[in-house]
């Protein structure tokens, strides 16, 4: 069956290069990404986990873990770290996944059932539609999901802002408008009435339409 947003995301139990995992339990009370590639030594991915690696202090402040998952054995993943970090400049301390029974991708739906059972004899083309990011709340729920094509390299820059964004909105009844960054205006919700919203911010918002009422970023 196919994942949507709100779906549980499935837990599973795995080998990673930080010792064996069960997911959610490994998830906690915090918020996660799990993102996902087609084979190691691929050199789009070895970008991505290099900058993700840079990147990572940014998530933890938010309360969030890292933790990748590629089609291959972990063994594979240790030689992949020494690239990456040699290339990008970043050494990989979130856990990678070993999914060499193709178990946590046909899990995620991002493999066929009939993908067989063993990375042995694949090649990244056939793993292709092993691309994707998951943003997972504490309470386990997909909160996101982004998949890429194996030439374009994925923005970890805007997964950080939908974090903000999800984390803003989970907590305070706004939304976030098109292209929003952190300190910048949100939009009340039109559940919230105009008279709520007066005890919420007695400093006011802005009426664009009677539908759209902006103010300043809550604390």
Known sequence: ??????DIAPDFEAATTQGPICFHEWLG????????????????????????????????????KIIGLSVDP???????????????????NYPMIGDSDLNVAKLYNMLPAEAGDTCAGRTA?????????????????????LSYPMT???NFDEVLRVLDSMQLTATHQVATPVNWKQGEDVIIVPAVSDEDARQKYPNGWTTVLP?????AQPC
């Open 29 to 64: 009370n915090s918020w996660g990404v799990l993102f996902s590639h087609p084979k190691d030594f691929t050199p789009v991915c070895t970008t991505e986990l290099g900058y993700l690696a840079g990147l990572q202090p940014e998530f933890e402040k938010r309360n969030c």
């Open 125 to 145: 083309a056939n793993n292709a539609t092993v691309r994707t990011v998951f943003v997972i709340g504490p309470d386990k729920k997909i909160k996101l999901m």
């Open 1 to 6: 069956m196919k994942m949507k947003i709100n």
């Open 152 to 154: 374009t390299g994925r």
């Open 74 to 92: 972990v063994a594979n993943h240790g030689k992949w770290a020494e690239d990456i970090e040699k290339s990008q400049g970043h050494a990989v």
């Open 211 to 215: 539908y759209l009422r902006v103010v």
